[in-house]
């Protein structure tokens, strides 16, 4: 039980990820590669708030949050906006791809020179749950994953704000013609899902550790809990996460670290080949 | 394509000229240097084939890397240290790793393909520590040097011309593929999928022709890699090489064959030389694929491209002197009982038309009626669910799209689609990718075939264009043209391919008068040549002028079908379709 927890609080990291790049998907079909990045930023960002200028994890989460809002703003002006809807292009694909990279290589040449932590500010005494051992931290992410996953389920189905994204995704033009913002509306779900990765920054520090290197598994993980759980779904996403924390968990536990990779590799073949919808997504990915 | 024929020569010249410098004295360290410009050439040209033409993102690059530097490594510790060896072995094991790592492509497309490859970068360390017995795991493999050729043993400067040498052969094999006709297919499949199938090109086949021959020269670069450092380990194939080389290949111009060494080149002695830049590298990596991306989208190569359009006075590339008068094998096209459902919507339901050889039919009706379905259907896009379509007494039902074309579809779409920068005469021999194969042999080894079937596409292509009155515009950009002019051109590149029958989709809409009157003497012009025409169209007006058949749908059956002036008056055309007013015929007759 012990693994369970540890694949499944691993996961919730994993949901966190792929609910970041759901955002900007499903709200104007924009694949953003950089938010594996942004997690790490906001990483970076709760140890120096908390550990460098000694402010409580709340005013971190706040000012990460508005940081890596206003950056996730920001890439979408330059990353984004000039090369959408330009014709032939591959477009957003480079210029996403550069962003991650740059965020990588300035914290590389900063803050990355030397090794960083940050302690979880709910305690670190582990405990025992249902028969197995695990952390405050282990909990607060699951929760925090099944609540994101579960409102912003709602609020992309219930609110005019998700219907809208989702007729901007399906016919940008059709959508403007109905006087939707696509710009704004873009813009709005890379701020979200920017504010998203920095808002968590103190409670995915304290799990993964502050370190550049992760930025890598993150993205690639993240995006096969994505693909997993469907694109365009939230609860996809959350059901993708944890299903890929455990699969490393168990992984890594009775076959070695070296297998996990792999193993999830053959899984998401399997899934883009059989059922590239997902488990839960409805919008298929342009098939052939 | 002019300038491309005569680059060779030039780089030629450049590759003797590097291969000489060790006998001006070298120094051994820039001889290395020179080594790693053409590694990272092979790497990026295999990226501008996949990524550059064919618009397809697969980051597997540096995994191929790995396995061609590996096997040479294993083949050496085995002792066989013949380089050719290695060569063939690690071309072979990137041919199949390029096959896997673009599995998932044909599924997927852009951004979910690149994550996937992406992928593969992760998987080396864990394969490298299973297999630790033949990779040496994470320590690597050492002692990995002097490999032989024929038996002598390659001195530093032996290895420095055979890096030189293997590179020239894949750029000129490169340059031959893209200048072939699969270089044009790689191009219109950057264009859309729907267009590639429609010109008669299979698009997985494409696909996977496109990663395998872009993962080829990937694996010639991980053998010069290990003999170069004598030193194989798994932190040599990162996710910063991957980037290095994503930069290196955007900086350089990814759709361009000489934009790889210029790119490997400021790569190689730029960054990777100041120590003092390290700190940075991959920050400043990242600006050059956002920025690069985002304003400068051809590279370096796209600027030389613009400067030298620039300074050469465009004219017709070719005299178009007299062309030979075209004739158009027009067959009968027979739709009998097609029925098409989408979930709920009955699209179709069992139309039968007849259409004669050497007409010009046209099928009108409102919104809704299932026109374009019934193109779609003809030309092998959708499937029907019931009911046969023939062209000259041979069944297209249920013929994948790109076969349907070769068997002499010829089509049109409503939203004309036209390959980027792309020269209007080039774009009409597309039109003739249709037939034949694409002569991988012929384009690669420049045999005769290839200089035939290049000089029958460009008379063709050209005899087309002067049939529509276009030849003026043969060296233009054609997707700089208007609208009304993309229009023409699409029908003309149809007509190069000298379709059995012709399809156009509303090829009339938002054009103006001239356009109108053009495009008309165009489709007259191609019945008079012997073409069979199908006109899926909205503008009554145009159609009772130019077709010698009309077919009236609605709502997914024929209720009409005659010579124009029969179908004018019909009383049921008039109530669903033409309106009341339609009685008082001045409104449907020609202005």
């Given at each position: ?14 949901a ?13 079909g ?21 550990v ?117 995704n ?89 297998f ?29 | ?43 990026c040209s ?42 063939g ?156 080389v ?29 120590h ?9 990596y ?21 400067v ?27 739709v ?33 009626a ?58 009409v ?34 005899a087309?264009l ?26 003309v ?99």
């Open positions: 039980m012990t693994i369970v927890w540890s694949g499944l609080a691993v996961g919730a990291v994993y966190l990820v792929a609910i970041g790049y759901n955002l900007p998907l499903s709200q104007s924009v694949f953003n590669f950089a938010h594996g990045q942004f997690v790490v930023l906001g990483n970076f960002l709760a140890w120096f708030a908390m460098e200028l000694g402010l409580p994890w709340w005013s971190a989460a706040l000012a990460g949050a508005a940081f890596c809002a206003l950056l996730g703003f920001a890439e979408e002006a330059v990353a984004i906006r000039p090369v959408i809807g330009k014709h032939g292009g591959h477009g957003a694909l480079v210029t996403t791809v550069g962003a991650s990279v740059i965020i990588q290589g300035v914290l590389l040449a900063t803050w990355a020179q030397t090794p960083k932590s940050v302690t979880f500010f709910g305690g670190g005494d582990a405990f025992t749950l249902l028969g197995g051992r695990l952390e405050p931290v282990d909990l607060w992410l699951l929760g925090l994953a099944v609540v994101t996953a579960l409102s912003l389920h709602l609020v992309s189905r219930r609110t005019s704000w998700g219907i809208a994204g989702r007729a901007a399906d016919d940008p033009d059709a959508a403007k013609a109905k006087g939707i913002n696509v710009t704004a509306l873009r813009a709005t779900a890379f701020a979200l899902a920017g504010g998203l990765a920095g808002l968590l920054g103190p409670v995915t520090a304290a799990k993964i550790g502050v370190d550049v290197g992760s930025g890598i598994t993150l993205t690639v993980f993240g995006f096969v809990a994505l693909a997993l759980g469907g694109f365009g779904s939230y609860t996809g996403c959350l059901v993708g996460g944890l299903f890929v924390g455990l699969v490393q968990a168990v992984t890594n536990r009775y076959l070695g670290v070296e996990a990779a792999l193993i999830l590799f053959a899984v998401l073949l399997a899934v883009l080949v059989f059922k590239p919808t997902g488990l839960l997504g409805r919008r298929a990915l342009r098939v052939v | 394509m002019k300038s491309l024929a005569r680059t060779p020569a030039l780089a030629l010249t450049g590759f003797a000229v590097v291969a000489l410098l060790p006998q001006f004295g070298l120094a051994d360290y820039w001889q290395r240097q020179i080594i790693l410009v053409a590694i990272y050439t092979l790497i295999g990226l501008n084939l996949s990524f550059g033409y064919a618009g397809e993102l697969a980051l597997g690059q540096v995994a191929v890397f790995a396995s061609g530097a590996y096997v040479s490594a294993i083949l050496y510790n085995h002792g066989h240290t013949d380089i050719l060896l290695a060569f072995a690690a071309v072979a094991v990137a041919a199949v790793a390029g096959l896997v790592s673009g599995l998932p492509g044909l599924r997927l497309s852009k951004w979910s393909l690149a994550l996937v490859s992406f992928f593969f970068v992760l998987l080396i360390p864990g394969l490298v520590t299973i297999f630790e017995s033949e990779t040496g795991g994470s320590m690597g493999l050492s002692g990995i040097m002097s490999p032989t050729l024929f038996g002598q043993e390659l001195d530093a400067t032996g290895l420095y011309l055979t890096a030189i040498a293997a590179t020239l052969v894949w750029m000129l094999v490169f340059r031959n593929l893209i200048v072939s006709r699969f270089g044009r297919f790689l191009r219109v499949l950057a264009a859309g999928p729907t267009l590639a199938r429609s010109l008669g090109g299979s698009v997985y086949q494409l696909r996977i022709q496109a990663y395998v021959i872009g993962a080829l020269p990937a694996g010639l670069a991980g053998v010069l890699y290990t003999y170069l450092t004598g030193f194989v380990s798994p932190e040599a194939f990162t996710l910063e090489v991957l980037i290095a994503l930069a290196a290949t955007v900086v350089g111009g990814a759709n361009s064959v000489w934009g790889a060494p210029v790119g490997a080149a400021i790569l190689v002695l730029g960054p990777l030389q100041a003092s830049f390290e700190l940075y590298s991959t920050a400043i990242g600006v050059f694929l956002l920025v690069v991306g985002a304003v400068f989208s051809g590279g370096l190569a796209g600027i030389a491209r613009r030298t359009r620039r300074l050469r006075a465009t004219g017709p590339p070719a005299p178009p002197g007299d062309q030979p008068a075209l004739t158009i094998p027009g067959e009968r096209l027979v009998s009982g097609v029925r098409k459902r989408f979930a709920g919507l009955t699209a179709l339901s069992g139309v039968d038309m007849t259409i004669e050889p050497g007409t010009v039919t046209a099928v009108i009706g409102p919104n809704g299932g026109k374009t379905t019934l193109l779609n259907i003809v030309s092998g896009l959708l499937p029907a669910d019931e009911g046969h379509v023939e062209l000259a007494g041979r069944p297209l039902t249920g013929l994948p799209a790109h076969q349907v074309s070769r068997l002499g579809v010829g089509r049109t779409f409503q939203t004309p689609i036209v390959p980027d920068h792309m020269p209007v005469l080039e774009v021999e597309c039109g003739r990718l249709r037939h034949r194969g694409i002569g991988f042999p012929q384009a690669v080894l420049r045999l005769p075939g290839f200089y035939r079937i290049r000089r029958e596409d460009r008379a063709a292509a050209l087309a002067s049939f529509a009155g276009l030849e003026h515009l043969a060296s233009d950009d054609a997707s700089a043209l208007p609208l009304g002019t993309r229009r023409l051109l699409e029908v590149r149809s007509v190069a391919g000298r379709p059995n029958v012709l399809l156009l989709d509303e090829p009339a809409a938002g054009l103006d008068d001239d356009g109108l009157r053009e495009l008309g003497q165009l489709i007259r012009a191609t019945r008079d040549a012997g073409g069979t025409v199908v006109l899926v169209e909205h503008n009554v007006p145009f159609v009772m002028d130019v077709a010698d058949h009309v077919f009236v749908m609605e709502l997914g059956t024929v209720i009409a079908g005659g010579p124009p002036e029969v179908v004018r008056t019909d009383q049921r055309v008039i109530d669903t379709y033409l309106g009341r007013r339609g009685q008082h015929s001045d409104e449907v007759s020609l202005p």
